[in-house]
C-alpha cells in the first residue's frame, strides 16, 4: 500500500483503487488485524476534491500515511484514504541548493536514500524513519539533530472545509517541536497533504548535533551523505526494532522537553545525557 521513487522520476499509477473491507494489519506498524469498510488510494492531487464530495455523509473517514504512531482498537466503519502521489521532481536554484517538491505518498526512508545517493545533504539524518512526506510535513518529524522543518520550504494541502487547494509557507506550517498547524484541534480532518516542497544542498556539513556521528564524520572534506545515511541506519538498527519485524508505534515520538535549569542539572548528574535545544 505504499509507493517509492527511483532516480527522483516522477512515478505514477494514475489511478483510483477501492478495496471494500480492507484488512488494514498491513497499513499499520502495530500490525492491528483490523478492517475498514472501504480503503482508497488515490495518486494524483486532482484526485483529491471528487473522493471527498464521494464520501457518504455522515459516515466517518481518515486520512492516514505509513501506519505509525497510529492504533487501531477495533474495525473502523468508515473509509480509510492514503495516498500514491509518489513523484519527486527536482527545481534547480542558484548555487548549491536544489529544491524538490515530492508527493505526499513518498517513503521518507526512500527519499532520505536516493537523495543521498545522487549527493545530496538535507534528509540523510531521517534514514529508515517510517513514514511518508505528507505525514513529515504534519508531524514535523527529526532525529539525530534534524527536524522536517529544517528543509521544508512549502506544504500544498486540500482544504476539505473550503473545498481548494491551499499552500503554506513554512512560516505558515508553525513548526515546532514534533508540532505543526495542522496538529491542531482546529486543523483535525481539514486538511489533506498533497505536495511538500522540500530545499536540499550540495554542500556537507561542517559539524553534527549528533555525539555518535560528530565523533565519526564531524570536520571531515571526504564525507558523503550516502555514509551519513548508512550510518544512521546502523545506529537506528541497534536501538529500534523494525516495524516490518517487531510491531511498534514506529519512531514518531516526542522527547521530554524541561527547563533550561532542569536540563543542566540532569547533564550535571548525568553529564553524558544527550541534550537539544528547541
Not at 118 to 132: F, K, S, V
Not at 177 to 182: P, Q
Not at 266 to 275: H, I, S, T
Request: glycine share 8%; aromatic share 8%.
Amino acid at each position: 500500500m505504499s509507493c517509492d521513487v527511483a532516480g527522483l522520476q516522477f512515478m505514477s499509477m494514475r489511478m483510483i483503487t477501492t478495496r471494500d473491507n480492507f484488512n488494514l494489519k498491513d497499513s499499520n506498524t502495530f500490525a492491528m488485524d483490523v478492517s475498514c469498510r472501504r480503503f482508497v488510494e488515490y495518486d494524483r492531487p486532482g484526485d483529491i476534491p471528487a473522493l471527498i464530495a464521494s464520501l457518504p455523509a455522515g459516515e466517518p473517514w481518515m486520512h492516514i500515511g505509513q501506519g505509525s504512531n497510529l492504533l487501531f482498537l477495533s474495525d473502523y466503519p468508515g473509509t480509510v484514504l492514503h495516498s500514491r502521489i509518489c513523484h519527486a521532481e527536482r527545481e534547480e536554484r542558484c548555487g548549491d541548493e536544489v529544491w524538490l517538491r515530492v508527493g505526499s505518498g513518498v517513503r521518507m526512508d526512500t527519499l532520505a536514500r536516493e537523495t543521498a545517493s545522487e549527493g545530496l545533504w538535507g534528509l540523510e539524518l531521517l534514514a529508515d524513519i517510517p513514514g511518508e512526506a505528507g505525514s513529515a510535513a504534519v508531524q514535523n518529524v527529526g532525529a539525530y539533530g534534524r527536524e522536517a522543518a529544517d528543509i521544508i520550504r512549502e506544504v500544498t494541502v486540500y482544504d476539505t472545509a473550503e473545498g481548494v487547494f491551499r499552500s503554506f509557507s513554512a512560516d505558515d506550517c508553525r513548526y515546532g517541536y514534533r508540532d505543526s498547524v495542522f496538529k491542531r484541534p482546529e486543523a483535525k480532518g481539514r486538511y489533506i497533504v498533497a505536495e511538500v516542497l522540500m530545499a536540499l544542498t550540495r554542500q556537507a556539513p561542517r559539524h553534527f548535533r549528533d555525539k555518535t556521528l560528530e565523533g565519526r564524520f564531524g570536520g571531515r572534506a571526504d564525507v558523503a551523505p550516502l555514509d551519513v545515511y548508512e550510518a544512521v541506519r546502523e545506529i537506528r538498527a541497534s536501538k529500534l526494532p523494525d516495524p516490518s519485524e517487531v510491531a511498534s508505534a514506529g519512531s514518531f515520538f516526542k522527547n521530554p522537553v524541561v527547563s533550561r535549569e532542569t536540563a543542566e542539572r540532569l547533564r550535571a548528574e548525568f553529564p553524558e545525557m544527550p541534550a537539544f535545544s528547541i
